[in-house]
């Protein structure tokens, strides 16, 4: 069992900067990977969440597309935490942000079923 909690959301204005926390407790090591989804307005279902960064126990790193160059994922395993940080902020980036943990090999993460946070809520305003 993991618990995943998120905190760091908030009210930004369009190009200003928002760090996101997700800090990990329980059987941590099972899994080798973290990830943040986002969850956009008018979506509802948990399948909808969409993938914009992992990382692997090894620093390796994965972004979407409509974050790269601008959001960072980082981790400490010393403190079970996982970062990111969001600069140059889009109101299309306003959403319901979730950490994940799961598998991540060759370049592919693979969350693992059931292990959400309550996720933070971002807001960028145009």
């Known amino acids: 069992q993991v618990q995943l909690v998120e905190s760091g959301g908030g009210l930004v204005q369009a190009g200003e900067s928002l760090t996101l926390f997700c800090a990990a407790f329980?059987?941590?090591?099972?899994?080798?990977?973290f990830a943040w989804y986002v969850q956009l307005p008018g979506t509802e279902r948990e399948i909808e969440r969409e993938?914009?960064?992992?990382?692997?126990?090894?620093?390796?790193?994965k972004y979407a597309d409509f974050v790269k160059d601008r959001f960072t994922i980082s981790r400490d395993d010393a403190k079970n935490t996982v970062t990111l940080l969001m600069d140059n902020l889009e109101p299309e980036d306003t959403g319901v942000y979730y950490c994940?943990?799961?598998?991540?090999?060759?370049?592919?993460?693979?969350?693992?079923?059931?292990?959400w946070g309550q996720g933070t809520q971002v807001t960028v305003s145009s």
């Open positions: 329980g059987d941590t090591a099972t899994y080798n990977g």
């Open positions: 993938l914009v960064a992992a990382i692997s126990s090894e620093g390796a790193t």
């Open positions: 994940s943990t799961g598998h991540y090999y060759d370049g592919h993460y693979c969350r693992a079923a059931g292990y």
